[in-house]
């Protein structure tokens, strides 16, 4: 049936497999039976058998991963800087760095890889001479020991790539710790070779970055909307999305961790280029204590900001009137509206949300649990820890640089009047508050839109 157009649909009938049995020699009772040992066949399958079906692989090894390795915050900088340091730090701790390798599609140096590089090599099979030059700031050796491998502009290798290097383990007794960067629009490009290297149970970590429109000045094409939607719903990945440079930290360590864990993910981060103020996370740090905020930021979202806080303390006396939930680099324009809604007398609860994927998995499986054993759902899960009772009907407005509805769920968690405000158009070229205005991101619109889901509408 090779070229014929229906080759792909078609079905043999019964009759069909007959008559094939009959033409090769084989009956009902006999056409599964292996073949004679003694034969080039039966060779064949009992060694190919052999080496690909019958070896148990051992568990993935645990290596010393650190919390976090320390990070710069005493001035603005942004997380995409700050995941190249991090890694870098990572590559000096023994038993880990040496088992990280990189890769990224032509853009290692633009997505902050080049510290790395410049310690750790470019991998090539013999060694090469450093042809861009030793006084140029970016080294580029070229050895077998190299623990980074650039690709051309395809990111389908990419992931082909880090499909093969997540799977050392099972089929080398090697476990590697992969850690691909690629411009997170472009995450797309790749998504057929990403989803069947998920689907095969390779582990490894990607990095989209930059992303969102606060990647103004490149216009739309470089402009990220829906990749958050990708790295929530795609299965086997845990998608992270932190403003702060040690919230990053602690989610990209337990990221790695998680590469080994028996019922562990592969890990999606989702990064900016956009310096961002670090006190309010230095705060929270100092409020909560760096143990509990942890646990906090690794579980999905934390407590930025308490209602009527004008100072990083512990809010003020007025219960919140409305919950404003971000995530990522926009966090400094929900801060400044909170700030607005409380000279308003609205006292606005500002939620971090580090990981939608986490957090939404974790209020998902308590309601499917409730849904199969008929029990009623006790509101346990992370985002139910972190609101009190009288806080979890609260109108609730969610601010993100992705498509609006990805935090929408938010509100149906506890039937809560919900506004979502985000990036639902193609982008386009401009200042980063040019563009926030375009999509009702600065300060003022998201208090525009609190004032909205605060207002009651008779039926």
Same mark, same amino acid.
């Given at each position: 049936?090779?070229?014929?157009?229906?080759?792909? =649909?078609?079905?043999?009938?019964?009759?069909? /497999?007959?008559?094939?049995?009959?033409?090769?020699?084989?009956?009902?009772?006999?056409?599964?039976?292996?073949?004679?040992?003694?034969?080039?066949?039966?060779?064949?399958?009992?060694? =190919?058998?052999?080496?690909?079906?019958?070896?148990?692989?051992?568990?993935?090894?645990?290596?010393?991963?650190?919390?976090?390795?320390?990070?710069?915050?005493?001035?603005?900088?942004?997380?995409?800087?700050?995941?190249?340091?991090?890694?870098?730090?990572?590559?000096?701790?023994? *038993?880990?760095?040496?088992?990280?390798?990189?890769?990224?599609?032509?853009?290692?140096?633009?997505?902050?890889?080049?510290?790395?590089?410049?310690?750790?090599?470019?991998?090539?099979?013999?060694?090469?001479?450093?042809?861009?030059?030793?006084?140029?700031?970016?080294?580029?050796?070229?050895?077998?020991? +190299?623990?980074?491998?650039?690709?051309?502009?395809?990111?389908?290798?990419?992931?082909?790539?880090?499909?093969?290097?997540?799977?050392?383990?099972?089929?080398?007794?090697?476990?590697?710790?992969?850690? +691909?960067?690629?411009?997170?629009?472009?995450?797309?490009?790749?998504?057929?070779?990403?989803?069947?290297? %998920?689907?095969?149970?390779?582990?490894?970590?990607?990095?989209?970055?930059? #992303? *969102?429109?606060?990647? =103004?000045?490149?216009?739309? @094409? $470089?402009? !990220?909307?829906?990749?958050?939607?990708?790295?929530?719903?795609?299965?086997?990945?845990?998608?992270?999305?932190?403003?702060?440079?040690?919230?990053?930290?602690?989610?990209?360590?337990? *990221?790695?961790?998680?590469? @080994?864990?028996?019922?562990?993910?592969?890990?999606?981060?989702?990064?900016?280029?956009?310096?961002?103020?670090?006190?309010?996370?230095?705060?929270?740090?100092?409020?909560?204590?760096?143990?509990?905020?942890?646990?906090?930021?690794?579980?999905?979202?934390?407590?930025?900001?308490?209602?009527?806080? +004008?100072?990083?303390?512990?809010?003020?006396?007025?219960?919140?009137?409305?919950?404003?939930?971000?995530?990522?680099?926009?966090?400094?324009?929900?801060? @400044? #509206?909170?700030?607005?809604?409380?000279?308003?007398?609205?006292?606005?609860?500002?939620?971090?949300?580090? !990981?939608?994927?986490?957090?939404?998995?974790?209020?998902?499986?308590?309601?499917?649990? @409730? #849904?199969?054993? =008929?029990?009623?759902?006790?509101?346990?899960?992370?985002?139910?820890? %972190?609101?009190?009772?009288?806080?979890?009907?609260?109108? /609730?407005?969610?601010?993100?640089? #992705?498509?609006?509805? $990805?935090?929408?769920?938010?509100?149906?968690?506890?039937?809560?009047?919900?506004?979502?405000?985000?990036?639902?158009?193609?982008?386009? !070229?401009?200042?980063?508050?040019?563009?926030?205005?375009?999509?009702?991101?600065?300060?003022?619109?998201?208090?525009?839109?609190?004032?909205?889901?605060?207002?009651?509408?008779?039926?």
């Amino acid at each position: 049936i090779a070229g014929d157009p229906l080759n792909h =649909a078609t079905l043999l009938s019964g009759a069909q /497999i007959d008559e094939l049995r009959l033409a090769v020699g084989l009956t009902p009772e006999t056409e599964w039976d292996r073949f004679d040992a003694a034969t080039a066949e039966g060779r064949v399958c009992a060694s =190919a058998g052999g080496e690909l079906n019958n070896v148990d692989v051992p568990p993935r090894p645990v290596l010393p991963i650190p919390d976090g390795v320390g990070v710069p915050v005493a001035k603005p900088v942004s997380t995409q800087e700050s995941f190249g340091r991090i890694l870098t730090r990572l590559g000096d701790v023994a *038993g880990v760095g040496e088992r990280i390798v990189t890769t990224s599609p032509d853009v290692s140096v633009s997505t902050n890889l080049g510290g790395w590089i410049n310690k750790f090599g470019v991998f090539a099979p013999t060694e090469l001479p450093d042809f861009i030059g030793e006084e140029r700031l970016l080294r580029w050796q070229q050895r077998p020991t +190299g623990q980074h491998i650039e690709l051309g502009i395809s990111e389908m290798n990419l992931f082909l790539v880090l499909h093969a290097l997540g799977l050392g383990h099972d089929l080398h007794g090697e476990h590697l710790l992969p850690i +691909g960067t690629v411009y997170d629009p472009f995450v797309c490009r790749g998504l057929d070779a990403l989803i069947y290297g %998920l689907y095969s149970g390779s582990r490894f970590v990607v990095v989209g970055t930059p #992303a *969102g429109v606060t990647l =103004a000045p490149e216009g739309g @094409a $470089h402009q !990220s909307s829906i990749t958050p939607s990708i790295g929530l719903e795609l299965p086997n990945l845990t998608y992270s999305e932190p403003a702060y440079a040690t919230a990053l930290d602690w989610l990209l360590c337990d *990221g790695l961790r998680q590469l @080994a864990d028996p019922g562990g993910t592969s890990t999606y981060l989702r990064l900016s280029t956009r310096p961002v103020d670090q006190s309010p996370f230095t705060a929270a740090i100092a409020r909560s204590g760096e143990g509990s905020l942890r646990s906090d930021v690794l579980a999905g979202a934390y407590r930025l900001r308490e209602p009527g806080d +004008g100072d990083g303390g512990d809010g003020g006396d007025a219960p919140a009137a409305v919950v404003l939930a971000g995530c990522g680099a926009v966090m400094p324009e929900v801060l @400044a #509206a909170a700030a607005l809604l409380d000279a308003e007398g609205c006292p606005a609860l500002v939620l971090d949300v580090t !990981s939608p994927d986490r957090l939404y998995r974790g209020a998902r499986a308590e309601s499917r649990t @409730a #849904a199969r054993t =008929a029990m009623v759902a006790a509101g346990s899960h992370h985002l139910g820890r %972190l609101l009190a009772p009288a806080e979890r009907r609260l109108p /609730i407005v969610t601010i993100h640089d #992705a498509a609006s509805h $990805h935090l929408a769920w938010l509100g149906g968690v506890f039937g809560a009047r919900t506004v979502s405000v985000g990036v639902d158009e193609f982008g386009q !070229s401009g200042s980063i508050d040019e563009l926030y205005g375009v999509f009702d991101l600065r300060p003022d619109q998201i208090v525009n839109a609190a004032l909205v889901a605060t207002t009651t509408v008779d039926p």
